[in-house]
C-alpha cells in the first residue's frame, strides 16, 4: 500500500469513529436549520431559501463527493489546530528570545483565545448571507498571513498583534468550515462530515502539534509558525481547487446568536465549561515551565503526544457514554477525573512515566468533557443548537484565553508550583457548577 493509501485509510477510520459520536450533535444542528428554514418564507427543500442557510441536499453530493470536501476543509482545521495546541510548548522560547517572562509570554495564547472567543458570534453576525467560499478563503488567508508574520516579528507587540488577528480569522474559519462541510452532502453524511472535521483536529494534536515541537527544538520557535503558515497556504490552494463553499451563511444578529443565554441551564451549562477550560489551560499554557528538564528539548513532544492520543479517545468514549447513561454523569465524572489528574502533575513532575499517564487521562476527561457538554447543549437548545454550540465554543476559548492569563500571573508571583492549587480552585468551582446543575434539576 503506498503512502499516500495509508494516509487516506487512517484518515477515513478515524473520521468514520468521531462521526459516529457527532450524530446527536448533528441532528440537532440539521433540525435547528430545517426549523428555521420552515418558518420563513420561501422554505421548503432549500432550508432557509433567501436568508442564507444551508441547502438541503439531495443526497447528489454525498458519497459521489467522497473525501474531496472534508480533506479540502480539513487541511485548515488541521493548521489552526496545529497552532493552538503547539503554543505551550513554544512560550520559554519566545520569552527567553523576545526578553520576557514566561507569564507575560503567555498573554499570546491569551490574545488569540478572547479574540477567537468574542469574534466567533460578532463576526458571525456580520458576515451572515455571504457565500461561504470567499469567507473560507478569506479567513484561511488572514490566519496565514498572522501565522507568517508571528515568524518573523521583532518584538512582543507585533507577535501579540498577530495572535490576536489571527484568533478572528480562526473565529469565522471554524463555524464557516462547520456549515460548508454540512453543505458539502446530504443529511445523511452530516455526521461524517463534521466527524471529518473533528478527526482533522484530532491528527493535528497527534501529529501537528509534536511536529512543531521536535521543529522549535532542533530549529527555532519562529519556524513552528512557519509551518502553520505553509500548512494554511497548503489548505487555501485546496480551497481553491474544491468546489466547497458554493452556498451562504446562515443570517442571524448577534442578539439571535446571544439568545439561548437567557436560559439559566444553558448559562449553568457554559459557566461550568468556562470553568473546566480556564483550569486545563492555566496548567496547559506552562507545562513545559512546570516539568522542566524532564520533558526539555524535543521530550515535550511525547507529552503531548499522550495528551492527543487521550484526547481522541475521550473524544469517542464521552459520546458513546452520554448516548447511554446521559450527558450528566459523563460530564460531572470527567470533570472530576480532570480536577484530581491536573492535581497530580505537579508530584509527577520529573518521573517521565507518571508524567505520561497524566497527560493522557487528563486528555481522555478533558475531551470527554466536551464531547458531553456538547450533548447537554444541543437538549437544551433543541430549536438554536447551532447558536448554543457556538456559544460554548465562545466559553472554550474565554477559558482558554483566562486561564493562561491566571497561569502567567500564578506563574510570576508564586512559580509554576502555584499553579497546582489554581487548577484545583478553578476546576473544583466547574464541579461545583456542575453539581448544582444536576440538584435544580431533580
Known amino acids: 500500500m503506498s503512502e499516500n493509501s495509508r494516509s487516506t485509510a487512517v484518515f477515513e477510520e478515524v473520521a468514520a469513529h468521531a462521526a459516529a459520536r457527532h450524530r446527536n450533535v448533528t441532528a440537532g444542528i440539521v ?143 471554524g463555524p464557516a468550515s462547520a456549515a460548508a462541510a454540512i453543505s458539502a452532502y446530504p443529511q445523511s453524511h452530516h455526521g461524517r462530515a463534521l466527524g471529518g472535521l473533528q478527526a482533522s483536529s484530532s491528527m493535528a494534536m497527534i501529529m501537528g502539534a509534536p511536529a ?55 448559562l449553568g451549562v457554559l459557566a461550568a465549561t468556562f470553568l473546566l477550560m480556564a483550569a486545563s489551560n492555566s496548567m496547559y499554557s506552562f507545562v513545559g515551565v512546570l516539568l522542566g528538564a524532564s520533558t526539555s528539548g524535543g521530550g515535550l513532544w ?14 469517542w468514549c464521552g459520546g458513546s457514554a452520554a448516548d447511554r447513561w446521559g450527558a450528566g454523569p459523563v460530564v460531572l465524572l470527567a470533570a472530576t477525573v480532570q480536577t484530581v489528574v491536573l492535581s497530580l502533575l505537579v508530584l509527577a513532575a520529573g518521573v517521565p512515566i507518571m508524567e505520561l499517564m497524566i497527560a493522557a487521562g487528563w486528555g481522555f476527561a478533558g475531551w470527554a468533557l466536551v464531547t458531553g457538554q456538547q450533548h447537554r447543549l444541543v437538549r437544551l437548545g433543541a430549536r438554536s443548537a447551532s447558536f448554543v454550540l457556538a456559544l460554548n465554543s465562545s466559553a472554550i476559548q474565554f477559558g482558554f484565553g483566562v486561564g493562561a492569563l491566571l497561569g502567567g500571573v500564578v506563574i510570576e508571583t508564586a512559580g509554576a508550583g502555584g499553579l497546582s492549587a489554581l487548577t484545583v480552585a478553578l476546576g473544583g468551582a466547574g464541579v461545583l457548577v456542575l453539581a448544582a446543575g444536576s440538584v435544580v434539576r431533580r
Open 212 to 266: 512543531g515541537l521536535v521543529l522549535a527544538s532542533t530549529v527555532s520557535w519562529r519556524a513552528v509558525f512557519a509551518l502553520v503558515a505553509g500548512l494554511t497556504a497548503v489548505a487555501v490552494a485546496g480551497l481553491l481547487r474544491s468546489d466547497v463553499g458554493s452556498t451562504p451563511l446562515t443570517v442571524a444578529t448577534a442578539g439571535e446568536r446571544l439568545r439561548p443565554l437567557r436560559s439559566r441551564a444553558v
Open 302 to 315: 511525547a507529552f503531548v503526544v499522550a495528551f492527543g492520543v487521550g484526547g481522541v479517545l475521550g473524544t
Open 31 to 173: 433540525d435547528d436549520v430545517q426549523v428555521r428554514g420552515r418558518d420563513r418564507p420561501g422554505g421548503g427543500d432549500r432550508v432557509g431559501r433567501g436568508r442564507g442557510a444551508v441547502e438541503d441536499h439531495d443526497g447528489s453530493g454525498g458519497p459521489s463527493a467522497g473525501w474531496a470536501p472534508i480533506a479540502a476543509l480539513g487541511l485548515g482545521t488541521f493548521g489552526i489546530s496545529t497552532d493552538l495546541f503547539v503554543m505551550a510548548g513554544v512560550l520559554t522560547a519566545i520569552a527567553a528570545d523576545l526578553r520576557l517572562t514566561v507569564g507575560v509570554a503567555g498573554l499570546m495564547v491569551t490574545g488569540f483565545a478572547l479574540a477567537y472567543a468574542v469574534g466567533a458570534p460578532l463576526l458571525g453576525a456580520a458576515l451572515g448571507g455571504r457565500n461561504q467560499r470567499p469567507v473560507l478563503v478569506g479567513a484561511l488567508v488572514t490566519f496565514g498571513m498572522c501565522a507568517a508574520a508571528s515568524a518573523v516579528a521583532p518584538n512582543a507587540l507585533v507577535l501579540l498583534l498577530a495572535r490576536v488577528v489571527g484568533g478572528l480569522a480562526a473565529s469565522v474559519y
